[in-house]
């Protein structure tokens, strides 16, 4: 078993516990506590047989444990699909003592932690991480949100107690969801562990998830700990992510794949302000991942205009995150002229 902290001022605010075989181990998912007497488990289709199991076994502990399944994919993010939760959670008469457990991928923890951190004002949030993106991202880091409008514009920081990820769940990803998790976890690499961006270009798609949750996790924590409200070095997490946002908003793909042509173009501006010489190489490991490295055909004024807006809302102002190595990222002013380089760069033009 691995474990890691996140701590705010010094406390300890979350606890990550990474080990095989348990998803559905009711006193690794939760601390024993007497006053709690319900929990209510969130789910997905996906999830649903995952979050049986561990209802059944919190069950066996005197828990009262109630499985509710929510609408799958993104749907889940919803502002509409609030109200019905809530309302299952009145008729479960919860009280403060009690916790709100989210079985799923990002998807669904960041709703499970919208949930617990809004009703009754606050109670507890669990998550148990179900896809490689959750892992290694989504689930860590307290940054809860519903989608309204655009994404994630509506949420609150709130911190899990306890993140649990099952590497024997994680084993029997379908591909494209290992795909996904792969660019996340690899920008860890590339901001913050070297030695996890060698096992990519050792390994490839296959490397090890033992390894590459572990050190993905390790980067998230440790940035996280160091920065919660994003003040300073959280932006560093957003390396790909201004112009990747700009790409997945105008052309609909999936987070991964946008994050993975947003890192592409990021290699390009870090190449043009700070000097970084391995774009290139980041790039021919990006291709061997199975992700892309070209944008789907978006219009470029309208993707310059959204990757300003996202700069102007980002923390770090209208500023950019930049490797000047691996592992050395930086946080830069960077003018039109240069994104419009690094989207030509990706075939946005
Ligand atoms: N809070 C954060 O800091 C943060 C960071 C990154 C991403 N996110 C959010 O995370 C979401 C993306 O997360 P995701 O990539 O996990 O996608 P997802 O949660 O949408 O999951 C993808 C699909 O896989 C299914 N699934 C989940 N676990 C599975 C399993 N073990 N086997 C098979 N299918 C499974 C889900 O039900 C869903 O249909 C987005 O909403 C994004 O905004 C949040
Ligand atoms: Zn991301």
Redesign the pocket.
């Known amino acids: 078993m691995r474990r890691y902290l996140i701590l705010e001022a010094g406390r300890t605010v979350s606890e990550i516990v990474i080990d095989r075989g348990v998803a559905d181990d009711p006193l690794v998912v939760l601390e024993p506590r007497a006053d709690r007497a319900n929990a209510a488990v969130l789910c ?4 649903r047989g995952v979050a049986e199991r561990l209802g059944a076994a919190l069950a066996r502990t005197g828990i009262v444990a109630t499985v509710i399944e929510l609408p ?3 749907a889940v ?1 919803a502002l509409d699909a609030l109200e019905p939760i809530y309302r299952r959670l009145n008729d479960l008469a919860l009280t403060r003592g009690d916790t709100i457990v989210g079985v ?5 923890t ?1 709703v499970a932690g919208f949930v617990g951190a809004t009703y009754l004002r606050g109670v507890e949030a669990v998550y148990v991480a ?2 490689l ?2 892992a290694v ?2 689930a860590i ?1 307290g ?3 519903v989608n309204v409008g655009g ?2 514009l509506v949420g609150v920081f709130a911190h899990p107690t306890r993140v649990v990820i099952d590497l024997d ?1 994680l084993d ?3 591909p494209d ?1 290992i795909r ?2 792969s660019a ?1 976890a690899l920008k860890a690499g590339l901001i913050g562990d070297p030695e996890l961006v060698s096992l990519y270009a050792r390994h490839g798609i296959d490397a090890p998830l033992d390894e590459v949750v572990d050190r993905a996790v390790g980067v998230k924590a440790a940035v996280v700990s160091d920065d919660f409200r994003e003040h300073g070095n959280r932006a560093f997490l957003n390396y790909g992510h201004t112009i990747g946002h700009a790409i997945e908003a105008e052309s609909g793909i999936s ?2 794949d946008a994050v993975a042509i947003g890192m592409v173009a990021a290699g390009t501006v870090s190449q043009l302000t700070v000097g970084f010489n391995r774009a290139g190489e980041q790039r021919d490991l990006i291709e061997r991942l199975g992700l892309p490295t070209v944008a789907p055909q978006v219009d470029a004024a309208r993707v310059l205009d959204l990757v300003n807006l996202d700069k102007k809302r980002d923390v770090a102002g209208t500023r950019m995150v930049v490797l000047e190595e691996i592992g050395r990222p930086a946080v830069l002013n960077v003018d039109d002229a240069t994104v419009r380089a690094a989207l030509a760069s990706v075939d946005v033009a």
Do not use: R, S
């Not at 799923?104 to 669904?108: D, F, Q, S, T, W």
């Open positions: 997905q289709a996906a999830t799958d994919g993104e993010k799923g991928g990002g998807a669904l960041d179900t896809t993106l959750g991202d989504a880091g940054k809860t949100a994404k994630n769940l029997q990803l379908p969801l996904q998790g996340e987070h991964g």
